[in-house]
């Protein structure tokens, strides 16, 4: 999934990131900002490529370097959480999966009601709220790309059916799965 500016996607990532992180005695963080500025300055070929990629990396060391604790309830605070983070990994890399509470917190290896609590302070969401938004965002990237029909969506989301998933999408995103896929003009196969 890809996430940028006018990217269906980027709320539900950027969104729990902090607004501001205050860093000191960050070398790596300078030298990044100086190799923005002098990308930024110049008129070479490809400017615009790396300092997209520049911006990128310039990002992840800055998350890095933040002090974990002081972030606030977010995906970056349920990464810095070692059992946590077992779990959103998970639920990211097989979104498709029948997931329920007892199987997530058998991935954190932590009772239910545990692994409820933490999950909800350090993302800031319960967990099965986190994971329909999670697939309702892959959802809106695959529709706005159009490659694939609306069964293979439902599939590809966690939901047995298209009916299913078109109800689902609809209480969720406010438009039914078709018609937002019109709307963001993409194009390819339906």
């Given at each position: 999934?890809?996430?940028?500016?006018?990217?269906?996607n980027a709320a539900l990532l950027v969104s729990p990131l902090p607004t501001i992180i205050h860093l000191k005695a960050a070398g790596r963080l300078a030298t990044l900002v100086?190799?923005?500025?002098?990308?930024?300055?110049?008129?070479?070929?490809?400017?615009?490529?790396?300092?997209?990629?520049?911006v990128e990396v310039l990002l992840v060391e800055a998350l890095r370097a933040a002090p974990e604790a002081d972030a606030p309830p977010g995906l970056l605070r349920g990464l810095?959480?070692?059992?946590?983070?077992?779990?959103?990994?998970?639920?990211?890399?097989?979104?498709?999966?029948?997931?329920?509470?007892?199987?997530?917190?058998?991935?954190?290896?932590?009772?239910?009601?545990?692994?409820?609590?933490?999950?909800?302070?350090?993302?800031?969401?319960?967990?099965?709220?986190?994971?329909?938004?999670?697939?309702?965002?892959?959802?809106?990237?695959?529709?706005?790309?159009?490659?694939?029909?609306?069964?293979?969506?439902?599939?590809?989301?966690?939901?047995?059916?298209?009916?299913?998933?078109?109800?689902?999408?609809?209480?969720?995103?406010?438009?039914?799965?078709?018609?937002?896929?019109?709307?963001?003009?993409?194009?390819?196969?339906?």
């Open positions: 999934m890809v996430v940028g500016p006018g990217c269906a100086k190799l923005v500025g002098d990308e930024a300055a110049a008129e070479r070929a490809g400017r615009d490529l790396v300092l997209a990629r520049l810095a959480d070692a059992r946590i983070a077992q779990a959103l990994r998970r639920l990211h890399a097989e979104p498709s999966r029948p997931w329920t509470m007892a199987h997530l917190a058998r991935e954190a290896a932590m009772s239910r009601s545990a692994f409820f609590d933490r999950f909800v302070r350090a993302v800031g969401t319960p967990p099965m709220e986190y994971l329909l938004a999670w697939r309702m965002a892959l959802a809106k990237d695959l529709l706005r790309r159009r490659d694939c029909g609306l069964e293979a969506v439902a599939e590809r989301v966690g939901y047995g059916s298209a009916s299913t998933f078109s109800t689902a999408f609809s209480r969720h995103v406010g438009q039914p799965p078709g018609r937002y896929s019109r709307s963001t003009g993409a194009s390819g196969p339906a």
